[in-house]
Structures are given as structure tokens and as C-alpha cells.
């Protein structure tokens, strides 16, 4: 693999103040477990560094920000969990096991992350989505509630659905808190031992025949594997993908409501909705003043992840305020918050995760396409199966780098 230089260069000092620690850490090599780093503490990496010190791994994790930070695909204040997958049932015994893992972390930590408060997918019943959902939660025995229109708009007031729209409830659905997750795994990891280096920027990964080199803030570190987790920032670390991996603006709308009580979390389950004219997502209120409702939309590519755009136009909100009239009584049809976000897109929307081809020592977790916070936990688990034996029980197979390599 060729040498991936991501800025700028370190000095000929530096390198000699490495030198005494890469000998002595070749000589102790095959004395120990692999020494594996982790580059980017985000959604994905915060979870692997969780998993690889939990497993007792010599571990390093390297954020160019602080950690939380808003500029990562975790911003936003929360994330949809569902099982119910409308992007394919194969994500189901991932989500299933994330799902665990979730509740794992917050055992651990004390903290609340996730609200099982269930999701609901809502869409023309023969929408090909939500033939994927009702695919999920019959194939994989997801506790779930079909309910006709009328059905669901005696239940949930909140939605207003059009003749032959169904929903289903996946009992199994939630919110998160994707900025404390981040903290309290990165955190967690560091009690069980982790180093982590923030605002520390990696600058270059050098993979050498027996281990790689990864030169960050200045300085050499050598490393037996490399676990990649850069979110909007994977396609300037492998360039080899760009003709399939872009970043993309996101931008989250808030909407004040005079029924409030009616989009709390007892009321108001996750919802995702298709067969409008734009496919929207939304979250209750989790601090009693807004309710969330999204679009899954994006809103150009991001050529500099650094150099995020963060203006909105008011006409590119027409669309997603459309949505909040036709669809949700009782909601404001402007929004009061707008935030604007970025995350890293394959061109057929499912992630990278794996081997980075060619390589045996480098793996990449990226591109998860604007749906990848829920799996991070299981993400995790897999990152640090591939670091300690370079595969995964997990099924995988739709996800591997490979099929883009050609
Ligand atoms: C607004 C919005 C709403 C979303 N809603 C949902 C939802 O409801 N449910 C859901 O499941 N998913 C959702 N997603 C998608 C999900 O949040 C993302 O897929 C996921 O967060 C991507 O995680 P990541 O680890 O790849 O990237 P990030 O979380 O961005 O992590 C990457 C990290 O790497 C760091 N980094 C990059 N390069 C370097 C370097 N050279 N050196 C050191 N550090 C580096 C970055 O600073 C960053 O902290 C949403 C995404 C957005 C943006």
C-alpha cells in the first residue's frame, strides 16, 4: 500500500525522536497482542476503541478535533434507532445486535443513551421500503404492530396518511443521544485503558510489510493494524474510493408545535415516512421544546469536510415544510432550529466496512450513507474482530470494499 500523506509532512527532527521507540517497539512485537490505532473518534471509531479495550487490546485512538465535536457526521442532537430496516433485511441481525450493545454501553457507563420508545415506518404499503420493512420484522421475528390508515391515525394524531398508506410500529425502535454515545464510549475506553490523542490530526498512514506507520501531530507512531473511522473525511484518507464515496450536506429542521404533549417520547414513537414528496424521518421531543422532523434529502456534495457550508436557503427548506404541513397536524410549517450537518455517501448507499483491498493490516469503516449511527455499537464489535483476526462472524458480505475496488 502507498503511502497516504493527509497534510502536511513531519520534520527530519521528529522522525529521529521516534526512531528509539519504533526499534524497541519491533523488538517487543511478538511479545504481545497487536497494537492497534484507531483514526477518528466519531460515531464509528468512539465504538471500536470501546470494544478493542474491552477485548484488552494495546489500543490508540487519534481525533483531529475534540471529542463530540459538532463537525462530525454525529452532530444533531439524535439519531433514529430501528430494526424494521428499510434499506434490506440484511441489516436486521446487525441492528439486533447493536441493539444489545447499546444497552451494554449504558449499563457500563450508567448513562441513558437509548429510548426504546418504538419507530414507526410509515408508506404506501406496496413502496418496495416498506416491503423491506414488513420483510424485517417477519423474516427476523421483530416485535411489530401493522396498523392500517385509519388505524394509525387513531393511534398517532400526529401523522395525517394518504388512502393506501400503512405504518408499522417496531416495537424495537428508539432514539439516541449520538453526542453523549460518542463521549461515553470514548471515555469508557480510555478507563479500560485506551490512549486517545485528541485534537491530534493523522497526517499520513504508511503501511510497511510488518505493521504500519501512521504519522500524527508531528510524530511517528507504529501500529500492527489500522482501523480507519474518518466519516465525512474517508475519501481524502483513500482517495482510490472518490469515484464511489462522496460527503454530502445534511440539513435537520426543528418545528415548534401548539400540542407539544402530543411529541414527547410516550406519545410520539421515530418515525420514518415514504411515498411523499420527499422521504422524511422524525424524533420526539426529547427536551420538551421542539420536535425534530428531517429529511433524508441532502443538500450537495462537501469537496473540503473543513469547509462545510453551513448557510441554508430558505427555498431549499420549501420542500421538508411542505412535508410538516401536509403531514403533521399541530406542528409550526416553519422551523425554529435549522443545523446543518455532513455525512459520507457510497454511490449505492450501504457502507464500507473491511479490508481495505490489498491490504491485511488496514481496515475501513466508512460511507455509511446518512443511516449508520444506530449500527455503531455493532460496528465496533466488528472493527475489533478485524483487527484481532481479520474477519467477523457478523454478515458483512454487502458491505465489503472490495466490490468498489475494480
Ligand atoms: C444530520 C444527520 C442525521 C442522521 N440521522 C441518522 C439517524 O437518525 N439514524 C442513523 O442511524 N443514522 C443517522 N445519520 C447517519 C449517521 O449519523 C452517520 O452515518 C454516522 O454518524 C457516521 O459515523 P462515522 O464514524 O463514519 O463518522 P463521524 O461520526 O463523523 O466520525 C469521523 C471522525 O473522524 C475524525 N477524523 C477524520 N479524519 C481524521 C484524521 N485524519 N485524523 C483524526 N481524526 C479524523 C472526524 O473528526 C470525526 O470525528 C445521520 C447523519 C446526519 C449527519
Not at 464500507?352 to 455503531?376: D, N, T
Request: aromatic share 6%; net charge negative; charged share 25%.
Amino acid at each position: 500500500m502507498t503511502s497516504r500523506n493527509l497534510s502536511a509532512s513531519m520534520s527530519e527532527g521528529a522522525i529521529e525522536d521516534e526512531a528509539h521507540e519504533l526499534v524497541s517497539h519491533r523488538r517487543n512485537r511478538r511479545m504481545r497482542s497487536p497494537r492497534v490505532a484507531v483514526v477518528g473518534i466519531g460515531s464509528m471509531g468512539s465504538m471500536a476503541l470501546w470494544q478493542l479495550a474491552k477485548a484488552g487490546i494495546d489500543v490508540v485512538g487519534f481525533e483531529q478535533y475534540g471529542l463530540a465535536h459538532e463537525r462530525s457526521a454525529a452532530g444533531g442532537e439524535s439519531r433514529m434507532f430501528r430494526t424494521a430496516y428499510m434499506e434490506g433485511a440484511d441489516y436486521v441481525p446487525l441492528l439486533k445486535t447493536s441493539r444489545r450493545l447499546w444497552q451494554e454501553l449504558e449499563a457500563e457507563t450508567g448513562q441513558n443513551l437509548l429510548t426504546l420508545n418504538g419507530a414507526l415506518m410509515i408508506g404506501p404499503r406496496e413502496d418496495p421500503r416498506i416491503a423491506n420493512v414488513i420483510r424485517s420484522v417477519e423474516d427476523f421475528e421483530i416485535d411489530h404492530v401493522v396498523l392500517d390508515r385509519a388505524e394509525t391515525m387513531a393511534r398517532y394524531p400526529q401523522h395525517r396518511l394518504e388512502d393506501g398508506e400503512i405504518s408499522v410500529l417496531d416495537r424495537e425502535g428508539g432514539v439516541i443521544r449520538p453526542e453523549l454515545a460518542v463521549l461515553t464510549a470514548a471515555e469508557r475506553a480510555a478507563a479500560l485503558g485506551a490512549t486517545i490523542h485528541d485534537h491530534t490530526q493523522v497526517e499520513a498512514i504508511d503501511e510497511k510489510p510488518a505493521g504500519v506507520q501512521i504519522t500524527a501531530g508531528g510524530k511517528v507512531h507504529e501500529f500492527d493494524k489500522v482501523i480507519v473511522t474518518a466519516g465525512p473525511w474517508t475519501a481524502r484518507v483513500f482517495p482510490q474510493f472518490s469515484a464511489h464515496l462522496v460527503s454530502k450536506k445534511i440539513v435537520m429542521t426543528w418545528y415548534l408545535s401548539d400540542r407539544l404533549h402530543e411529541y414527547t417520547p410516550d406519545a410520539f414513537p421515530a418515525f420514518g415516512r415514504v411515498g411523499g414528496e420527499i422521504q422524511t424521518f422524525g424524533i420526539p421531543s426529547l427536551e420538551g421544546t421542539m420536535t425534530k422532523i428531517g429529511s433524508v434529502n441532502t443538500f450537495g456534495d462537501v469537496v473540503l469536510p473543513e469547509q462545510l457550508h453551513r448557510d441554508v436557503d430558505l427555498a431549499e427548506l420549501d420542500a421538508i415544510n411542505r412535508e410538516v404541513a401536509r403531514c403533521h397536524p399541530g406542528l409550526r410549517t416553519t422551523p425554529s432550529r435549522v443545523s446543518v450537518h455532513m455525512d459520507a455517501y457510497t454511490s449505492d448507499e450501504h457502507a464500507l466496512v473491511g479490508p481495505v483491498p490489498g491490504s491485511s493490516q488496514v481496515f475501513v469503516l466508512g460511507g455509511y450513507s446518512g443511516h449508520g449511527f444506530k449500527m455503531a455499537p455493532v460496528m465496533g464489535e466488528i472493527a475489533k474482530d478485524l483487527a484481532m483476526s481479520g474477519s467477523t462472524s457478523h454478515s458483512i458480505g454487502h458491505l465489503s470494499p472490495a466490490r468498489f475496488s475494480a
